[in-house]
């Protein structure tokens, strides 16, 4: 028989790519999980990985035990929800998973109300662009620029997220050449980049970065002109350019496991955003 932490620690170097990204993943070093996979092999009596210079590379073998290791994982995860599913007292770890900007200039705000209505209830907010998979357990809860498309999970439409361009007023009333902040490679392809760049007629950007709010504070400090959301823009108090019809919008989701949405932690929480982020929102 094998050891199911070898093969948790497998499953993990399979869907993270690397020994370093699933040591990290697992709060272990790098050694640890060859180790363990190396002791899967012996148990199993075949071979997962191909030991390169630099890197693991999957076997047929690997790719296939791989595959078995995924449905186990996800059988575990149904169970885990199954059994937390009838829990009625609001209390317990919730993991929400959201963009860095929701979650730092709207979210995280506003949750001392929650907490203390809830004082048992531990939170886990993580800043992320990529989305969260709730079926394998990275998240509780996920707030998405874009439907969720995995089968088990039930999506809500929060709203849409209106976008402008937007500057500090010392930076307006200058008479220097418009200069734009955006996105770097890392989100050349967002909506918003692609907006932007389409009025900016794909102008070389003054500054990038792959963080909203870091925009933000560059047109606070007048650097130039970035695409933002209005929440954001009035924290920084930057002002709205051209007509209130030259905006861009992105629809904002919210979404949960199947199995969890009417745990009692779990519903606190969804429903606190959606009485807290859904009005913020243009319906």
Not at 54 to 72: D, I, K, P, S
Request: with cysteine; net charge positive.
């Amino acid at each position: 028989m094998f050891d199911w932490e070898d093969l948790r620690h497998f499953s993990a170097f399979i869907s993270e790519g690397s020994l370093s990204a699933a040591a990290k993943q697992l709060g272990v070093d790098h050694a640890t999980v060859a180790r363990r996979i190396a002791a899967l092999e012996a148990a199993l009596n075949l071979k997962l990985v191909d030991r390169r210079p630099r890197a693991y590379v999957l076997t047929e073998q690997g790719r296939r035990v791989g595959e078995y290791a995924e449905q186990m994982t996800q059988s575990s995860f149904a169970l885990e929800h199954f059994a937390t599913a009838d829990q009625q007292q609001v209390a317990g770890d919730v993991v929400l998973a959201a963009p860095p900007a929701l979650l730092g200039s709207i979210i995280a705000r506003r949750l001392g109300e929650l907490c203390s209505r809830y004082p048992q209830l531990r939170l886990k907010l993580v800043g992320s662009k990529s989305r969260a998979s709730l079926a394998r357990r990275e998240a509780d809860i996920s707030i998405t620029l874009a439907r969720p498309s995995e089968p088990t999970l039930v999506a809500s439409l929060l709203g849409h997220l209106d976008y402008r361009l937007y500057a500090a007023p010392g930076y307006l009333r200058s008479t220097s050449a418009p200069r734009y902040i955006g996105y770097d490679q890392s989100q050349a392809k967002s909506p918003q980049q692609q907006w932007l760049l389409a009025q900016t007629h794909h102008q070389t950007l003054v500054l990038q970065s792959n963080d909203l709010r870091i925009q933000a504070q560059a047109a606070a400090g007048g650097i130039g002109i970035a695409c933002l959301p209005a929440f954001m823009a009035q924290e920084h108090g930057l002002q709205a350019i051209g007509e209130e019809t030259q905006t861009m919008s992105i629809e904002i989701w919210l979404a949960v496991h199947e199995d969890v949405r009417n745990t009692p932690r779990i519903k606190a929480v969804t429903d606190f955003l959606q009485q807290q982020v859904k009005p913020l929102l243009r319906l």
